[in-house]
């Protein structure tokens, strides 16, 4: 298995732009998970999936994120519109239902830089 | 107060030696305890977990949870330059929506 793909591994954008960040999970997993990690705050878990449908969203920073998972094999993550302050690395990672949020396989995540 | 905290380090010590790695938390609901490890520009990786209190060893690695302290550990037997990483611990809680991870412990293992 290939593991959990992110793309693109490293993206620069100005400050009002759209960012789309996308992720396959693991193939037979069914929960889906989205984290944020800063030197500041460290890795912050922002939203999670289980069988493609959001389970908790509360760690999403504001209504400029938004996360979909239209199939059990692809989720993305937009910034609309980005600004500085969400430069940071954005991981994805997945786990089975038997592991549930125990056992999670994390992506290698996307280095973000909003100028 | 944080729901889990973790001494940020960082911690370097000589090749060889023992390593003691710790978190504290705050909500007794917390029953999964997990490590991982993270490489410098790599995703965090899976190294051990353990259900409620007890020990739980994986060759030099031993996982150990206090819950009556709140405390969990993660021992690092005869450390080696390749486990220099930051080590994050991480907890569930029983109803499965109460996820918090450590903000980290960087170790660097000097030959």
């Known amino acids: 298995d290939a593991g959990v793909i992110q793309s693109p591994r490293h993206e620069v954008t100005e400050m009002g732009q759209e960012v789309t960040l996308r992720c396959k999970p693991i193939s037979g997993h069914d929960y889906l998970f989205w984290y944020r990690q800063t030197m500041m705050r460290g890795l912050e878990l922002l939203i999670y999936f289980n069988n493609n449908v959001p389970i908790d969203d509360s760690g999403m920073p504001e209504d400029r994120f938004s996360a979909k998972m239209p199939n059990a094999s692809f989720s993305t993550l937009k910034i609309q519109p980005s600004e500085p302050r969400d430069s940071a690395v954005y991981f994805c990672?997945?786990?089975?239902?038997?592991?549930?949020?125990?056992?999670?396989?994390f992506g290698p995540g996307t280095r973000l830089l909003v100028l | 107060q944080k729901e889990v905290e973790q001494d940020p380090g960082p911690l370097s010590v000589p090749e060889g030696a023992i390593v003691s790695l710790n978190c504290t938390y705050s909500?007794?609901?917390?029953?999964?305890f997990m490590w991982y490890r993270q490489y410098s520009r790599k995703g965090p990786e899976l190294l051990m977990y353990t259900y409620s209190s007890g020990n739980k060893e994986d060759g030099r690695f031993t996982a150990q949870v206090d819950k009556s302290s709140k405390y969990i550990s993660l021992f690092i037997r005869d450390s080696q330059p390749s486990d220099s990483a930051t080590y994050l611990c991480?907890?569930?809680?029983?109803?499965?929506?109460?996820?918090?991870f450590g903000t980290g412990t960087s170790l660097t293992v000097i030959p």
């Open positions: 990672a997945s786990s089975s239902g038997t592991g549930g949020l125990e056992t999670q396989y």
């Open positions: 991480a907890m569930v809680g029983n109803t499965g929506n109460q996820f918090y």
């Open positions: 909500n007794s609901a917390f029953q999964y």
